[in-house]
């Protein structure tokens, strides 16, 4: 498989069709999966916002406060505010916000980003990024699939990479089970989320600076023939980590 960025693509604005600016550069296959950093989503759907936008209410009030604390930096209650308007619910409000947001995705500060923002304070996740996907799926000349992406950290690990928080045209996971290893043993529970893998492949390419690489093809990669499944995001019912933190206390 190969991965290579679309070439020269400028600042993105609000109304930029994403999927005309790839299909100008790049000779799509119809099997060519198309990796768009949620950035470059977010600003061509006009998701800029500023900390004026968010008046803070008590509860943000609150957590900025208690951030504080922790952090010894000042902390702003309206971008807490903003996290809090973005999110479904609040996982953990300290030592940093995380929460669900609208679409499922949880992640910190509601994946709201601060960087690579020009003119505006912030920029917001796509509302809905698998609708966003459809839609660059769709205007795109071979309907390849695609696949939306965000940097985002990990419990138990340092370090950030590319995950999906949204894709259309391709399922979101590679079900093995069923199939067999290599000692004939039949697999129970491998699923793999494919989306994830193609989306952290996709990172690698971009980076996180000012490369001006936000969309990434990945050219002969195949799904093959497997089983496919659309789930990507735990429901609370049957996830435990998430679970077991509904009763923890920060302790510092
Ligand atoms: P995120 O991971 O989706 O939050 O996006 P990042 O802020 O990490 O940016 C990913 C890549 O897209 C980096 O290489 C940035 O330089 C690039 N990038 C961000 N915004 C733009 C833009 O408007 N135009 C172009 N050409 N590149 C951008
Ligand atoms: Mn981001
Ligand atoms: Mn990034």
């Known amino acids: 498989m190969e991965l290579f960025a679309v070439p020269d693509l400028p600042e993105i604005r609000e109304g930029d069709d994403l999927a005309a600016m790839v299909a100008e550069q790049v000779d799509l296959r119809p099997d060519d999966v198309v990796c768009v950093a949620s950035t470059v989503?977010?600003?061509?759907?006009?998701?800029?916002?500023?900390?004026?936008?968010?008046?803070?209410?008590?509860?943000?009030?609150?957590?900025a406060r208690s951030l504080e604390d922790i952090s010894g930096d000042e902390k702003d209650p309206r971008f807490a505010?903003?996290?809090?308007?973005?999110?479904?619910e609040v996982v953990m409000d300290k030592p940093f916000i995380l929460t669900e947001t609208h679409c499922g995705h949880v992640g910190v500060n509601a994946?709201?980003?601060?960087?690579?923002?020009?003119?505006?304070?912030?920029?917001l996740l796509p509302k809905r990024p698998s609708q966003s996907a459809e839609r660059i799926h769709e205007g795109l000349p071979e309907s390849s699939p695609v696949v939306v992406t965000d940097t985002s950290g990990r419990p138990f690990r340092h370090g950030q990479r590319g995950m999906?928080?949204?894709?259309?045209?391709?399922p979101?996971?590679?079900?093995?089970?069923?199939?067999?290893?290599?000692?004939?043993?039949?697999?129970?529970?491998?699923?793999?989320?494919?989306?994830?893998?193609?989306?952290?492949?996709?990172n690698l390419v971009s980076g996180e600076g000012d490369g001006g690489e936000?969309?990434?093809?990945?050219?002969?990669?195949?799904?093959?023939?497997?089983?496919?499944?659309n789930n990507l995001f735990r429901e609370m019912h049957g996830d435990f980590v998430r679970q077991a933190l509904r009763g923890w206390e920060y302790e510092g």
Request: no cysteine; proline share 4%.
């Open 41 to 63: 989503v977010s600003k061509s759907e006009g998701r800029t916002a500023d900390l004026a936008d968010f008046p803070a209410g008590p509860r943000a009030k609150e957590i």
């Open 111 to 123: 994946g709201i980003d601060r960087s690579n923002v020009p003119d505006h304070d912030l920029l």
């Open 164 to 170: 999906a928080i949204g894709w259309a045209g391709m």
């Open 214 to 229: 936000p969309i990434v093809v990945v050219r002969d990669w195949e799904f093959g023939d497997h089983e496919g499944s």
């Open 172 to 202: 979101a996971s590679r079900d093995w089970r069923g199939e067999t290893d290599r000692d004939g043993h039949e697999l129970q529970v491998t699923v793999q989320s494919v989306i994830d893998e193609l989306a952290g492949a996709a």
């Open 81 to 88: 505010q903003a996290v809090l308007e973005e999110s479904t």
